[in-house]
């Protein structure tokens, strides 16, 4: 007993707020939109695994914006239902490759790194840093090499999944998947590394993610990202309060991983 209510008092007022907030949002939306059968998959199952990424995903972005190395085993969870549901859509395959390939061993790494590297005055935090001008170009220009060549490639990939039936929708969103891998794998190192540009690239795949949404109809998945931009502002500003505060810390800047 005692220990849950150590577990409740981790958390804000405004972080259980936002929290319950999402949860009983998408509970709502989840009777107002019902999702349909999908390639003989029982739209309650497709729903369920929807709820499942939802309550999971915001537990995990709850946990990040703390600096918790616990936010990485909720992740692996994240992972292997939208894995899920890549398959059961037959769609955004390089999202499903990049899932399975690179967050899955990434979580796993990360979860090690920060485990290396406590506050030194608060445990349960995580030392965290900023990245540097450079540092920032060579990512954008691997970010767009990513998007052409990937998304190129993804055109010839013919499926029968949810947006079979509009071809031209169908590459538009190839592209667009493309750049969500792309900044998703950026997200994904600078989570590895400790970066707080990790929450600009958030909020770069979060717009990403929220045009395919409603291009294929998943409405009940906005109200994931609604809680994905107020907690990514929510989390940029308390690393980056972080950050100043130590910025005389050299234990920052000096540690490499």
């Keep these: 007993m005692e220990k849950l ?4 008092n981790f958390f804000t007022t405004y972080e259980k707020v936002w929290f319950f907030s999402i949860v009983i949002l998408s509970i709502i939306f989840a009777f107002l939109f019902p999702e349909e059968e999908t390639q003989g998959v029982h739209g309650g199952v497709i729903m369920a695994l929807y709820l499942v990424d939802i309550f999971s995903n915001v537990a995990c972005e709850l946990l990040i914006s703390k600096q918790s190395k616990w936010n990485f085993l909720v992740s692996l969870i994240v992972e292997l239902v939208e894995i899920a549901i890549c398959i059961i859509l037959s769609y955004r395959f390089a999202t ?6 690179f967050w899955i061993p990434i979580d796993i790494i990360s979860f090690i790194n920060w485990h290396r590297h406590p506050d030194r005055e608060q445990e349960e935090l995580t030392i965290v840093r900023r990245l540097k001008g450079w540092q920032e170009i060579v990512i954008i220009i691997g970010i767009v090499i990513w998007t052409v060549v990937v998304g190129y490639l993804m055109t010839f990939i013919e499926g029968e999944g949810i947006l079979a039936d509009n071809p031209l929708l169908e590459n538009i969103v190839c592209y667009i998947d493309a750049c969500v891998s792309a900044v998703g794998i950026a997200n994904g190192l600078f989570i590895l590394f400790r970066y707080r540009e990790q929450w600009i690239a958030w909020y770069i795949y979060t717009a990403l993610e929220t045009v395919i949404n409603i291009l294929a109809g998943q409405w ?3 109200i994931l990202k ?3 931009f107020t907690n990514t502002t929510y989390g940029y500003i308390k690393w980056s309060r972080y950050i100043k505060e130590h910025e005389n810390d050299p234990t920052i800047e000096k540690s490499i991983l």
């Excluded at 209510?5 to 409740?8: D, H, N, T, V």
């Excluded at 499903?96 to 390939?101: C, I, K, P, Y």
């Design 96 to 101: 499903m490759a990049v899932t399975l390939f």
């Design 5 to 8: 209510k150590r577990f409740w």
């Design 220 to 222: 009940i998945l906005l």
């Design 226 to 228: 609604l809680g994905f």
